[in-house]
Structure formats: C-alpha cells, structure tokens
C-alpha cells in the first residue's frame, strides 16, 4: 500500500515567488493534516481537513498560506508571495477517522523542503 | 495550551549503552505518541500510549506514560547504530503537538 506521497521533496524559490506543494494521503483516510518544522523548532500544526472541508486552520500563519483539497482526495498548500521566514520542511499527514477507541494514528509524508532566497 | 518539552535535544552515545529521552508536557491530554524520523524519510510512528502507567516495547525502545505526571519516556537499551535518528513525541489535546525531536547519534 502506498503511504503518503509529498511532491516536490525540495523546493527553492526567491523571496515573492509562489511555491505550491502537494500531498497525496493514504487512500481512504479523510483527515489530512499540514505542519511546518522550521529549523530547530518543534513541528508545527497548521491545518487539518476532514474529506474536502477545513476542520481546523487555526495553525495556518497568515493570508500567504491557501490550503485546498478539492473532492477531498489530494491536498495542495500554497504560498503567494513567499517570504524568507516561510523556509522549512512542510509535512502532510493522514489518518482515518477517528473511531471510538481507535488510535487515529497519522501517518506522515517525506516532507517538502521550501528554501526561500 | 498545551505544550510539549523533550530533553535532550540532542545525544550522542556509544553502542551497548542505555538511555532515556523525557517527554513532559504542560496539560492534560488524551494520547501521547513517540515518532521516529530518518534524515529526509517520513516520520515513522513508534509507539501510541493511551493511559497512565501504559508502557510498551519494541526491539531495544521503550515508552512509558505517566499521565499524573504528564510525563512520557522512550528508554533505549544496549543501543546500536541502526537506533540512530531523530525522535518526536507528541501530545493530543486539541490537535496533535509536537516536542522539538530528539536526535539520537549512536556512535560504533
């Protein structure tokens, strides 16, 4: 079975480019989830879908950042304009649904690294 | 909110030698799960502990729970090379928060 696939694995733009990065989650898994890991920080949560619709874009920086997944399958993360802070590895996640005592566990991607110059 | 600390952030140690990395985490929170990650591979999950006093093993690693404590540890026995990687716990509250890894260098 496939895991979670991430495209492109490494990205590097100038600063006020646009970058789009892309997950593909494990078939069947509704969630999906987005974090960032800057260098030397924690890995940070930025949004979860559940199917096609936002759960929880709470983690999301700013207005740069749109997060889609259309028909609830692939996700993309776009950033317009890209900014020097923006760097970092940005991993997808996805899980099934959480049900009752299942352990909702969630499987990440490789990551994409967004070196912005 | 919820925080989550790991210490150390980074060990470096000889094969055969045992280890614990600490997980503590500031409120009350449902799971807690270890995650192994290989430079550039996926982050892999090890382990998910649900409740106080759980504690499970695989091969040389293992992880406990104390949730009245709000401590989680990963112990690792008699270590080899191949245990080399970086290492992430992580709390459920209102969604999943990461520790900053731990990165385990075992030295031949």
């Known amino acids: 079975e496939a895991g979670v696939t991430q495209f492109p694995s490494h990205s590097v733009i100038e600063k006020g480019q646009t970058v789009t990065l892309r997950c593909d989650p494990i078939?069947?898994?509704?969630?999906l989830y987005w974090y960032r890991r800057v260098m030397g920080k924690e890995i940070k949560f930025l949004l979860h879908?559940?199917?096609?619709?936002?759960?929880?874009e709470s983690g999301m920086p700013n207005n740069r950042f749109l997060a889609e997944r259309t028909g609830g399958t692939y996700s993309t993360l776009k950033v317009q304009p890209a900014e020097l802070e923006d760097s970092g590895v940005y991993f997808c996640a996805s899980s099934f649904r959480d049900r009752g005592l299942a352990k909702n566990i969630q499987y990440f991607g490789a990551g994409t690294r967004l070196s912005v110059l | 909110e919820l925080k989550v600390e790991q210490n150390p952030l980074f060990l470096s140690m000889q094969e055969g030698k045992n280890y614990t990395i600490y997980c503590n985490y500031s409120t009350t929170s449902d799971r807690l799960y270890w995650y192994r990650q290989d430079p550039g591979k996926s982050l892999e999950s090890l382990f998910v502990l649900l409740s106080n006093g759980a504690v499970k093993q695989e091969g040389r690693l293992m992880a406990s729970l104390d949730t009245k404590a709000r401590l989680s540890t990963l112990h690792i026995t008699a270590a080899v090379h191949d245990l080399s990687a970086t290492y992430f716990c992580?709390?459920?509250?209102?969604?999943?928060?990461f520790g900053k890894g731990t990165r385990l260098h075992i030295l031949p």
């Open positions: 078939s069947g898994h509704d969630n």
């Open positions: 992580a709390a459920l509250g209102a969604k999943i928060i």
């Open positions: 879908f559940v199917k096609e619709s936002k759960q929880d």
